[in-house]
């Protein structure tokens, strides 16, 4: 790189009007890099406040039709969809997951009623939130989270939430070769156009803990997940796990958490080239509430930093709670 030395130089020139700053900007963000994560519980006319992520809900299916309209009317062009499974709807083998009434499905349907095509709809496929031990996966004798049995379920619950008019399915359950199987499934059922964004790089972390008091699996986990989520140590191995995900079919790739894991994302996109999401999970939301609470810096500014952060290392969009406020910011 050439560059003419002090004072030929002043690298404050472009810094010192906020038109010039806006004209120098390397990294941008719209409403349109965002992705809102939305909760869905069981009975009528409900908005059921979580208590470890603060401004963050639960809803009924009847109440999800107003959050997606104002996504539309926010530009945020895509939502994803996470059930609250009642207690005595959940079980060993996860069952609920493939019934097509259940939370997810009538989810879709009432979004896709209210708004058409207007905005897309994201569907986690994991069965965590329909075990009532808590596990991605079905669960043998000794506890062990088993994978090809697993991925038989995986197959059969994306193909129920793409007959309900899912547009992106998002496994996040990090099975070996569920991609691949899912894909498989989508074209031989004639959803040729439904998206796979997998989770490729879920790593085993500490910041999910009010997004499992969300949906209900936190107080009925046994064990942990890390003989399946990622060791938070390993950088090539996300790289691995990326590439056999591209390889069996994935149209995007997501990275989570975020911010503590820049380097992957870093990585990754100059690796692939595919599009990269990352997901701001909730004990990173938790974090910007809790030190906007006591003080250590403002909201909004923290907020837009880290997402900034995220995008600027090649982010192609962002799944956040926040997405509501960053969206109103980024459009004045």
Not at 123 to 144: E, F, K, M, N, W
Not at 184 to 211: C, D, R, T, W
Not at 250 to 263: H, I
Request: net charge negative; glycine share 10%.
């Amino acid at each position: 790189m050439i560059q003419a030395s002090y004072p030929a130089t002043r690298l404050r020139r472009t810094r010192n009007a906020g038109w010039s700053r806006r004209l120098h900007r390397e990294t941008v963000m719209t409403s349109a890099d965002l992705i809102w994560p939305l909760f869905v519980t069981s009975g009528t006319g409900i908005e059921d406040p979580v208590a470890s992520l603060p401004g963050v809900s639960r809803w009924s299916v009847d109440r999800l039709a107003d959050r997606a309209r104002e996504a539309v009317a926010l530009g945020i062009p895509c939502v994803a969809l996470f059930p609250n499974t009642p207690g005595d709807l959940r079980s060993e083998d996860g069952a609920e997951a493939l019934n097509p009434d259940n939370l997810m499905c009538r989810a879709i349907r009432a979004i896709r009623d209210a708004c058409g095509e207007d905005i897309g709809i994201l569907t986690d496929v994991a069965l965590d939130p329909y075990t009532s031990h808590g596990q991605d996966g079905l669960v043998d004798a000794h506890g062990y989270v088993v994978n090809d049995d697993t991925v038989a379920v995986l197959v059969d619950q994306a193909i129920n939430q793409a007959n309900a008019g899912a547009d992106i399915i998002a496994p996040s359950d990090m099975m070996d070769g569920r991609v691949r199987a899912i894909r498989m499934a989508l074209e031989m059922n004639g959803h040729p156009n439904v998206q796979i964004m997998s989770y490729a790089a879920k790593y085993a972390s500490a910041f999910y803990g009010p997004f499992r008091d969300a949906v209900g699996s936190g107080g009925l986990l046994k064990g942990d997940k890390k003989c399946y989520q990622m060791d938070p140590a390993n950088a090539d191995e996300a790289l691995r796990e990326i590439a056999l995900d591209i390889a069996e079919g994935a149209d995007s790739v997501m990275v989570k958490p975020g911010l503590a894991y820049l380097d992957i994302i870093w990585r990754a996109k100059q690796a692939f080239g595919i599009p990269v999401f990352a997901y701001q999970v909730s004990g990173e939301y938790a974090l910007i509430e809790a030190g906007a609470a006591a003080g250590v810096g403002d909201r909004e500014a923290l907020l837009m930093e880290k997402l900034v952060a995220l995008k600027r290392a090649g982010c192609s969009g962002i799944v956040t709670y926040h997405a509501p406020l960053a969206a109103r910011l980024l459009n004045g």
